[in-house]
């Protein structure tokens, strides 16, 4: 008996595996009942779970209609730990969506993923968005990031904006 436990990973191992599956339906069941009210909480908890399901229903909660459920998946999704090109392309793709939570989210996870093909998008957002505290979460995840490409790009702006404050300061003063 001893050795058939140890061969299977032990007694608890095949309740411990029944019992994730478990939670992962019910959280899953949850996640897509639109009238949950543990909705964002079972998207939150999803993201302990490193498994190809959760991640692939927390890429599909990016296209859900409620912005606040983008927002947390998004976020949810990077804390997977799952940096593939398909799910850094999808986050990428947040950073031009309506909702200015789900775009700050989308630069967030970015930074979280830390993957250098992202700099030059999150770049664009923090040149052109329209919102200070998108334009700062991307900021944030170009110097999480840290490329040389990061690097550049933030320098160069930065030396604009202060030769623009420079051009102001000389405006008033004559």
């Known amino acids: 008996s001893s050795g058939i436990n140890a061969e299977y990973g032990g007694p608890d191992s095949f309740w411990v595996r029944c019992k994730d599956g478990f939670s992962v339906r019910l959280s899953m069941q949850e ?19 490193k498994n190809k399901r959760v991640i692939t229903a927390l890429g599909k ?23 593939t090109t398909t799910t850094i392309d999808r986050i990428q793709k947040l950073l031009s969506d309506s909702d200015r939570l789900v775009r700050e989210s989308a630069c967030v996870a970015l930074g979280k993923i830390q993957n250098p093909r992202s700099v030059s998008a999150l770049l664009n957002v923090w040149r052109n968005d329209m919102i200070s505290d998108v334009r700062s979460a991307a900021l944030k995840a170009l110097e999480i990031i840290g490329t040389r490409e990061a690097h550049d790009g933030i320098k160069v702006v930065k030396t604009l904006q202060e030769e623009i404050k420079k051009l102001g300061v000389d405006d008033d003063q004559s």
């Open 31 to 49: 996640v897509f009942d639109t009238h949950s009210s543990v909705r964002y909480d079972s998207i939150q908890n999803l993201s302990k779970i």
């Open 61 to 83: 909660l990016l296209k859900d209609a409620d912005p606040n459920i983008r927002a947390v998946a998004c976020i949810s999704l990077s804390y997977t730990g799952n940096a």
